[in-house]
């Protein structure tokens, strides 16, 4: 009897499984900090305070758009433009590039956003990438903003492909709320070039 109920079916293991995630409500803030910009943020994120702050002769300030829940952080350099609009945008092109080995699709997106002088390009990067979404935002005269979204976890497109979606939402949110602050004296030199 003990022979016969041992005899069976071969045990099969089960496929691995992901955790089920939950998004946050959608809602947003603006939020203006140390970098000489402001902008709409998802209200279930924090702006991490930026080293240096672009006035008093700084032309470099970073700063950190960080989704806690989501182990996600959007690393954002700002650069005062000194006649290096070209090497800039070069540079975006290039990180971006970096990632086309592993990529199995890159989509961008264009920013033109006249009224506010806010101009750039956001790129979806698909795969197991490092930096599934990168972009750069500019006035084309004075500012120049990059950014590279990351996540403290193994790159998996199949796993991560809710919160990426999300936060690539949020990213596109923030690009077309963007405002540059301009200092007092600086709004009215912009305002005559037109």
Same mark, same amino acid.
């Given at each position: !009897?003990?022979?016969?109920?041992?005899?069976?079916?071969?045990?099969?293991?089960?496929?691995?499984?992901?955790?089920? #995630?939950?998004? $946050?409500?959608?809602?947003?803030?603006?939020?203006?900090?140390?970098?000489?910009?402001?902008?709409?943020? $998802?209200?279930?994120?924090? !702006?991490?305070?930026?080293?240096?702050?672009?006035?008093?002769?700084?032309?470099?300030?970073?700063?950190?758009?960080?989704?806690?829940?989501?182990?996600?952080?959007?690393?954002?350099?700002?650069?005062? #433009?000194?006649?290096?609009? $070209?090497?800039?945008?070069?540079?975006?092109?290039?990180?971006?590039?970096?990632?086309?080995?592993?990529?199995?699709?890159?989509? @961008?997106?264009?920013?033109?956003?006249?009224?506010?002088?806010?101009?750039? @390009?956001?790129?979806?990067?698909?795969?197991?990438?490092?930096?599934?979404?990168?972009?750069?935002? +500019?006035?084309?005269?004075?500012?120049?903003?990059?950014?590279?979204?990351?996540?403290?976890?193994? $790159?998996?497109?199949?796993?991560?492909?809710?919160?990426?979606?999300? #936060?690539?939402?949020?990213?596109?949110?923030?690009?077309? +709320?963007?405002?540059?602050?301009?200092?007092?004296?600086?709004?009215?030199?912009?305002?005559?070039?037109?």
């Amino acid at each position: !009897m003990l022979l016969l109920s041992a005899c069976g079916n071969d045990p099969v293991p089960k496929p691995r499984g992901y955790f089920r #995630i939950d998004l $946050p409500p959608d809602s947003t803030l603006t939020f203006t900090g140390n970098c000489p910009f402001s902008a709409e943020i $998802p209200t279930y994120s924090l !702006m991490m305070k930026g080293v240096g702050n672009g006035n008093g002769g700084s032309s470099t300030c970073w700063t950190d758009l960080v989704f806690p829940g989501l182990r996600g952080e959007v690393h954002m350099t700002w650069r005062a #433009i000194h006649g290096d609009l $070209p090497e800039l945008i070069n540079d975006a092109h290039e990180f971006k590039a970096k990632h086309e080995v592993l990529a199995t699709r890159i989509r @961008t997106e264009e920013i033109r956003r006249d009224s506010a002088r806010v101009f750039g @390009t956001l790129f979806a990067v698909d795969g197991n990438v490092a930096s599934p979404m990168v972009f750069y935002l +500019t006035d084309s005269t004075d500012n120049f903003l990059y950014g590279a979204l990351y996540f403290d976890v193994r $790159p998996n497109a199949d796993s991560l492909a809710p919160v990426t979606g999300r #936060i690539r939402k949020d990213i596109a949110r923030f690009a077309h +709320t963007l405002r540059w602050q301009y200092p007092a004296g600086a709004v009215q030199h912009v305002q005559q070039r037109h």
